[in-house]
């Protein structure tokens, strides 16, 4: 475990070396800025319900590019046979990788604090929402993250992990409204499983062990299912 800090040390670093890191907040914050002062100035909505409420569709789209090199990077080039030589195990690898995502998710949503402020200051904000909402939207980036992860391990092509990760993530933002087809017993079921359901509830404010033992566990099998793949490509 004491190889971690040094894992994400490394892939933190290498997020900021190559222009993909700045193009990929570039466009979340042009997509984020453009919903967020659409409702603020048009609809004179003093709030960031539509900033929260198109998180996880953006996610979806933005953290399997993020982690889509994580591991198939590494596969595709043969540099995975030289960490492998090193005293590290695939528990640091694995680990190490998915903070430095989650750090890279975390530097992405510091600049969106200006909306906030920017509420703040034009009009009356209720911060209980706001907070819940940044927290939120850290616990769904580290599911999505590990989700991310898990597809970046199982094969060696960036665009197929990039897009069996927004497969995923995607499945999950939308599950819960796609239920109308589905017998009356089983809505309860699916609806849990929906990631936007989890995250609205913390978006208003409310935090609900319920809500943060579903992002934690998929989080835990995004990131089993990463190293069970390393482990048989040993």
């Not at 998180?55 to 789209?61: A, G, N, V």
């Not at 980036?141 to 991310?148: C, D, I, Q, R």
Request: net charge positive; charged share 10%; proline share 3%.
């Amino acid at each position: 475990m004491r190889q971690v800090l040094p894992i994400f040390r490394k892939e933190f670093r290498a997020y900021f070396v190559t222009p993909i890191a700045y193009i990929v907040i570039s466009i979340f914050l042009l997509v984020t800025g453009w919903f967020f002062f659409t409702t603020f100035f048009l609809f004179n909505q003093a709030n960031l319900r539509n900033f929260f409420g198109l998180l996880p569709i953006i996610f979806s789209f933005v953290i399997p590019a993020i982690t889509m090199r994580l591991i198939a990077e590494e596969l595709n080039v043969g540099t995975y046979e030289t960490l492998l030589t090193l005293p590290v195990t695939f528990l640091d690898v694995v680990l190490g990788k998915f903070l430095a995502c989650w750090g890279f998710i975390a530097a992405m949503l510091i600049p969106t604090a200006a909306y906030a402020f920017t509420v703040a200051m034009l009009g009356q904000i209720d911060w209980g929402p706001v907070a819940g909402g940044y927290i939120g939207a850290l616990l769904l980036g580290a599911a999505f993250s590990a989700v991310g992860l898990l597809a970046s391990a199982l094969t060696r092509n960036q665009i197929i992990a990039f897009i069996i990760g927004v497969a995923i993530c995607f499945s999950l933002t939308l599950i819960d409204k796609m239920l109308f087809f589905l017998p009356r017993y089983l809505l309860g079921i699916f609806a849990y499983l929906g990631a936007d359901f989890h995250f609205e509830n913390i978006a208003k404010g409310v935090i609900d062990s319920r809500d943060v033992l579903y992002f934690v566990s998929v989080s835990f099998i995004g990131l089993y299912g990463a190293h069970l793949a390393l482990q048989a490509k040993k």
